[in-house]
């Protein structure tokens, strides 16, 4: 379970890094309190910022603690259809299955990349916290495809700083119900956590920045397949922005789509590829860029609505 502390910014951290008043308040590494602040599990004054906001004096923090089970590595475990796209000294890049989270997390009892790769005999980064050493950005457990881990220090801290920076070349495939007008264009809203619900993300007043860039690949009679370039990376980000904009991704039942239209294509879970990733080679400094095909289910249900 998750330990959720609400308490006020005493005198001695005034006008501090919310990321800096994190560690020194709680005893955690800077590094951990600006991942848990990168989550959303941190909020000032009710509101989810960035880690670089400063605090005051008799402010509120709301601050959702790990689980204190979450300490040493999960044990190695075999993923069934974690495959590996590329591998060298420094990264290893995977193409990541359903149902498969990133790494161990408070609440998550199934499978994960790190397990896998741990399975397969791969020692990861030893930067950040234990139980996602070696993990520089995530997907969702119902996104498949393209995801890459660093394996040495020097790997880590560049992929961090290249994400951080949006130096890395995100593409995304997605199937929406109806058909974005315009036919190509950006979504800037900000994301942060859903005003009635934990487990949910919303364009919210006050949430983190966030853009998606699409364009329009194919349109079918009941959908859009759409290219997605992201320029930031929120969680849930594409699937919360298409819903906003009332396309939400085909079989994401959170985000409002249709079950029936799911249920008729064989959907069980969004229909959101990580499809492409693009970035600078920690070691050479050439461009590395990695495919990944799309998987089995979300083959069918594009054939499937192509034939309608």
Same mark, same amino acid.
Do not use: N
């Given at each position: 379970?998750?330990?959720?502390?609400?308490?006020?910014? *005493?005198?001695?951290?005034?006008?501090?890094?919310?990321?800096?008043?994190?560690?020194?308040?709680?005893?955690?590494?800077?590094?951990?309190?600006?991942?848990?602040?990168?989550?959303?599990?941190?909020?000032?004054?009710?509101?989810?910022?960035?880690?670089?906001?400063?605090?005051?004096?008799?402010?509120?923090?709301?601050?959702?603690?790990?689980?204190?089970?979450?300490? *040493?590595?999960?044990? *190695?475990?075999?993923?069934?259809?974690?495959?590996?796209?590329?591998?060298?000294?420094?990264?290893?890049?995977?193409?990541?299955?359903?149902?498969?989270?990133?790494?161990?997390?408070?609440?998550?009892?199934?499978?994960?990349? &790190?397990?896998?790769?741990?399975?397969?005999?791969?020692?990861?980064?030893?930067?950040?916290?234990?139980?996602?050493?070696? =993990?520089?950005?995530?997907?969702?457990?119902? &996104?498949?495809?393209?995801?890459?881990?660093?394996?040495?220090?020097?790997?880590? &801290?560049?992929?961090?700083?290249?994400?951080?920076?949006?130096?890395?070349?995100?593409?995304?495939?997605?199937?929406?119900?109806?058909?974005?007008?315009?036919?190509?264009?950006?979504?800037?809203?900000?994301?942060?956590?859903?005003?009635?619900?934990?487990?949910?993300?919303?364009?919210?007043?006050?949430?983190?920045?966030? =853009?998606?860039?699409?364009?329009?690949?194919?349109?079918?009679?009941?959908?859009?397949?759409?290219?997605?370039?992201?320029?930031?990376?929120? &969680?849930?980000? =594409?699937?919360?922005?298409?819903?906003?904009?009332?396309? *939400?991704?085909?079989?994401?039942?959170?985000?409002?789509?249709?079950?029936?239209?799911?249920?008729?294509?064989?959907?069980?879970?969004?229909?959101?590829?990580?499809?492409?990733?693009?970035?600078?080679?920690?070691?050479?400094?050439?461009?590395?860029?990695?495919?990944?095909?799309?998987?089995?289910?979300?083959?069918?249900?594009?054939?499937?609505?192509?034939?309608?």
């Amino acid at each position: 379970m998750s330990d959720t502390r609400l308490l006020p910014v *005493p005198d001695g951290l005034d006008g501090l890094r919310l990321d800096v008043a994190i560690s020194r308040l709680f005893g955690f590494s800077r590094t951990a309190a600006a991942d848990l602040i990168d989550e959303g599990h941190v909020s000032l004054d009710g509101v989810v910022t960035a880690r670089s906001a400063k605090v005051c004096t008799g402010s509120w923090l709301e601050v959702t603690l790990p689980s204190p089970d979450t300490g *040493p590595p999960a044990p *190695p475990e075999a993923v069934d259809g974690l495959v590996v796209l590329h591998d060298d000294d420094d990264v290893v890049v995977v193409d990541k299955p359903i149902g498969v989270a990133a790494h161990p997390s408070p609440g998550w009892t199934g499978p994960t990349v &790190t397990q896998g790769l741990a399975a397969m005999g791969y020692r990861l980064s030893s930067h950040g916290p234990a139980e996602r050493q070696g =993990i520089v950005h995530r997907l969702d457990a119902g &996104t498949t495809g393209v995801m890459v881990v660093a394996k040495s220090d020097r790997a880590y &801290t560049h992929l961090k700083r290249a994400f951080k920076e949006r130096t890395v070349d995100k593409r995304y495939s997605a199937l929406v119900q109806g058909h974005p007008d315009p036919t190509r264009g950006t979504i800037d809203a900000p994301i942060g956590r859903h005003p009635s619900s934990d487990y949910r993300f919303a364009v919210v007043a006050g949430g983190r920045a966030s =853009i998606t860039h699409y364009e329009t690949v194919e349109a079918f009679r009941a959908a859009t397949l759409l290219d997605i370039h992201l320029e930031t990376g929120r &969680t849930h980000q =594409i699937r919360v922005h298409m819903s906003a904009v009332r396309h *939400p991704c085909v079989g994401d039942l959170t985000y409002g789509a249709d079950p029936t239209l799911a249920a008729r294509l064989g959907l069980s879970r969004q229909w959101l590829h990580a499809r492409e990733l693009g970035f600078e080679h920690p070691s050479t400094g050439e461009e590395l860029r990695v495919v990944s095909p799309y998987p089995a289910d979300l083959q069918h249900a594009l054939d499937a609505i192509a034939d309608e």
